[in-house]
């Protein structure tokens, strides 16, 4: 059987439960066509690059599938029809990543990076100096160099 990835955007004003209903709504197609579903990871609401049918956000599931290609087919039939659904996608893997996807550990680093700010623990201003004791920087130099 071929691995595959099926993300799929769902509308920003689902509940929650509505989104992990359409996931296991997916998982009953792939399982019903001989197939398994790996890892399910749902990314929460997220923005949009741009409007899709007047959502700037929506809500994130990832679905890893172990199956023929016939299931990813019936899967994807069933997705277009789906008016909660906003965008789909499916890709085929050569193998199927182990532990979290690079969205989740995205996640889990954001979460950090509240802790020390966005630069980083630069320590106390004290520790930089006096602003009179740096060179001047003209700027036309910069611009040139």
């Known amino acids: 059987m071929a691995l595959y990835e099926h993300v799929f955007l769902a509308r920003q004003d689902l509940a929650q439960a509505q989104v992990d209903a359409l996931a296991e709504a997916a998982t009953k ?3 019903d066509n001989n197939g398994k579903v790996v890892k399910t990871e749902t990314w929460g609401l997220r ?3 741009y409007r899709i049918a007047k959502n700037r956000k ?3 599931v990832m679905l ?3 199956a023929p290609t016939g299931v990813v087919a019936e899967l994807e039939r069933q997705t277009a029809i789906n008016e909660d659904v906003i965008r789909y996608m499916t890709v085929r893997v050569d193998a199927l990543e182990q ?3 690079a ?3 995205r996640n ?3 979460g950090r990076r509240g802790e020390r700010g ?3 623990d630069r320590g106390p201003r004290e520790d930089r100096g006096p602003r009179e004791d740096r060179p001047r920087r003209d700027r036309d130099e910069e611009r040139q160099g």
Do not use: F, K, N, Q
């Open 58 to 60: 929506a809500h994130y």
């Open 47 to 49: 923005g949009l690059a």
């Open 108 to 110: 889990e680093r954001d």
């Open 118 to 120: 966005d630069r980083g």
């Open 64 to 66: 890893e599938i172990d």
């Open 103 to 105: 969205m989740m550990r």
């Open 29 to 31: 197609i792939v399982t």
């Open 99 to 101: 532990g979290p996807s």
